[in-house]
């Protein structure tokens, strides 16, 4: 069986990432992902909600996630929006990927992931959302 | 996730199960945060962590930090290739030792 869409809805609250991990789990074991895609694509969608979470709502007011997963040819499309504070997570500056132990920089990692592991990436702010669109390709 | 620690000579060895993301990585860093006394070498097994994001790496970069201070080697084993993955794109694999095994780190480390 192949789940051709997935669709969730989720408040900005960090508690909502271990359901959403299970159904990220179910949508790529009942697709039968190459567990490398697997992983790529979750850790893209728990790095891009951790963001939003942590940064998009200063003053706490409740938020509105969603996250969508389709299947398009050879590729599994993502596409987060919330409605945080307008940011483009991919303006972040590249970490420090070479200075030794004691010098290199702790963090800014996870934009990097996504960047790197990712077909594609975009982001865009559409009227009051922040929209993330991703692509894995699934024959690698 | 499941945290468990046994000494082998002074291998200091933490074997983590399961998933290192930003809710399970507090307890692993809290876990490095003390160097055991006596111990030469730390090995972090992760042949069961089927799992890691930015959260984990920055907590394994700390333990590789603080370990390195204190004159003690840290070195991993046992990553799974999407796990692998993630530390080559990271810079981590010419930072830490990485080794196939227990075994295999064992025989080079104790």
Same mark, same amino acid.
């Given at each position: 069986?192949?789940?051709?869409?997935?669709?969730? =809805?989720?408040?900005?609250?960090?508690?909502?990432? $271990?359901?959403? /991990?299970?159904?990220?789990?179910?949508?790529? $074991?009942?697709?039968?992902?190459? $567990?490398?895609?697997?992983? %790529?694509?979750?850790?893209?969608? !728990? $790095?891009?909600? &951790?963001?939003?979470?942590?940064? #998009?709502?200063?003053?706490?007011?409740? #938020?509105?996630?969603?996250?969508?997963?389709?299947? %398009?040819?050879?590729? /599994?499309?993502?596409?987060?929006?919330?409605?945080? !504070?307008?940011?483009?997570?991919?303006?972040?500056?590249?970490?420090?990927?070479?200075?030794?132990?004691? !010098?290199? %920089?702790?963090?800014?990692?996870? /934009?990097?992931?996504?960047?790197?592991?990712?077909?594609?990436?975009?982001? %865009? =702010?559409?009227? !009051?959302? &922040?929209?993330?669109?991703?692509?894995?390709?699934?024959?690698? | 996730?499941?945290?468990?620690?046994?000494?082998?000579?002074? @291998? @200091?060895?933490?074997?983590?199960?399961?998933?290192?993301?930003?809710?399970?990585?507090?307890?692993?860093?809290?876990?490095? *945060?003390?160097?055991?006394?006596?111990?030469?070498?730390?090995?972090?097994?992760?042949?069961?962590?089927?799992?890691?994001?930015? *959260?984990?790496?920055?907590?394994?970069?700390? *333990?590789?930090?603080?370990?390195?201070? +204190?004159? @003690?080697?840290?070195?991993?084993?046992?990553?799974?290739?999407?796990?692998?993955?993630?530390?080559?794109? +990271?810079?981590? +694999?010419?930072?830490?030792?990485?080794?196939?095994?227990?075994?295999?780190?064992? *025989?080079?480390?104790?």
């Amino acid at each position: 069986m192949i789940i051709a869409q997935l669709d969730l =809805r989720l408040e900005n609250d960090l508690a909502e990432l $271990e359901p959403l /991990v299970r159904a990220l789990d179910f949508f790529c $074991e009942t697709s039968a992902l190459p $567990e490398k895609v697997a992983h %790529r694509l979750t850790m893209a969608v !728990d $790095e891009l909600i &951790n963001n939003a979470v942590d940064y #998009g709502y200063p003053d706490h007011r409740a #938020g509105e996630i969603t996250v969508s997963l389709r299947h %398009r040819g050879t590729q /599994v499309e993502i596409e987060l929006a919330d409605d945080g !504070d307008a940011f483009d997570p991919f303006t972040a500056p590249a970490p420090d990927l070479t200075s030794p132990i004691e !010098d290199r %920089r702790i963090g800014g990692l996870g /934009v990097h992931l996504i960047r790197t592991l990712a077909a594609s990436f975009a982001y %865009r =702010r559409d009227g !009051d959302r &922040n929209v993330v669109t991703l692509a894995f390709t699934l024959d690698i | 996730m499941q945290i468990d620690r046994f000494v082998e000579k002074d @291998v @200091v060895i933490t074997a983590v199960r399961g998933r290192l993301d930003s809710s399970t990585s507090p307890k692993l860093d809290e876990f490095m *945060a003390v160097i055991p006394d006596g111990s030469s070498v730390l090995l972090l097994d992760f042949a069961e962590l089927t799992y890691i994001s930015s *959260a984990g790496l920055r907590v394994v970069l700390k *333990a590789a930090k603080l370990a390195k201070g +204190s004159g @003690v080697t840290l070195a991993i084993c046992g990553l799974i290739p999407p796990v692998h993955e993630v530390f080559d794109v +990271s810079g981590f +694999s010419t930072l830490i030792p990485i080794h196939p095994n227990r075994d295999a780190a064992l *025989a080079t480390l104790g």
